[in-house]
């Protein structure tokens, strides 16, 4: 089995999935369904997968020894670029704040990528996060993060600073 963690639509009749095999594969989403492509290039299971606003790349997460995060074009199925030292822990580990930036939740924290530049622009660290779970992003463009050690934070990404906080009970 290729252990698929995550699927997503990237147009009306494509879906783009990652697994454990290192690998995001481009499906054909209508009869009959097949494999379009196989992008290759991460070291480690894919963690998470999401498609840019923009309708034509993808950027995939991986974490343990790859530790980064790849943007590719669903056009010509190539790598547009790597951000390395960015690690990503889970299937909802990747989020895109604008046309430009990302967020990558791991061990370490929050990464903010800048996906034009491919650089990490900045690390938000929590108290008590451990790895990051969950990252969602609200409509007044705040971050709700959640972690394995049961903590649920509501980030302001405009002023830096936590706006609500949740303790397991």
């Given at each position: 089995t290729l252990g698929v963690i995550k699927a997503i639509p990237i147009s009306d009749n494509r879906?783009?999935?990652?697994?454990?095999?290192?690998?995001?594969?481009?499906?054909?989403?209508?009869?009959?369904y097949s494999c379009l492509n196989i992008l290759i290039g991460h070291t480690e299971r894919i963690n998470s997968i999401i498609s840019l606003k923009n309708n034509f790349q993808?950027?995939?997460?991986?974490?343990?020894?790859?530790n980064s995060i790849r943007v590719w074009n669903i056009n010509d199925y190539k790598c547009d670029g790597i951000v390395h030292?960015?690690?990503?822990?889970?299937?909802?580990?990747l989020i895109e704040i604008d046309e430009e930036k990302v967020l990558s939740g791991s061990q370490r924290g929050i990464s903010v990528v800048d996906i034009e530049k491919m650089e990490i622009v900045k690390i938000i660290t929590l108290e008590n996060l451990g790895?990051?779970?969950?990252?969602?992003?609200?409509?007044?463009?705040?971050?709700?993060?959640?972690?394995?050690?049961?903590?649920?934070?509501?980030?302001?990404?405009?002023?830096?600073?936590?706006?609500?906080?949740?303790?397991?009970m």
């Open positions: 879906i783009a999935s990652c697994s454990f095999d290192k690998t995001i594969r481009i499906w054909q989403s209508q009869m009959p993808i950027v995939s997460g991986s974490s343990k020894s790859d030292d960015v690690s990503c822990c889970y299937k909802n580990g790895c990051t779970m969950c990252l969602l992003l609200n409509k007044d463009n705040s971050i709700m993060i959640s972690g394995d050690k049961g903590v649920t934070f509501q980030y302001d990404l405009e002023h830096e600073e936590i706006i609500a906080k949740k303790e397991k």
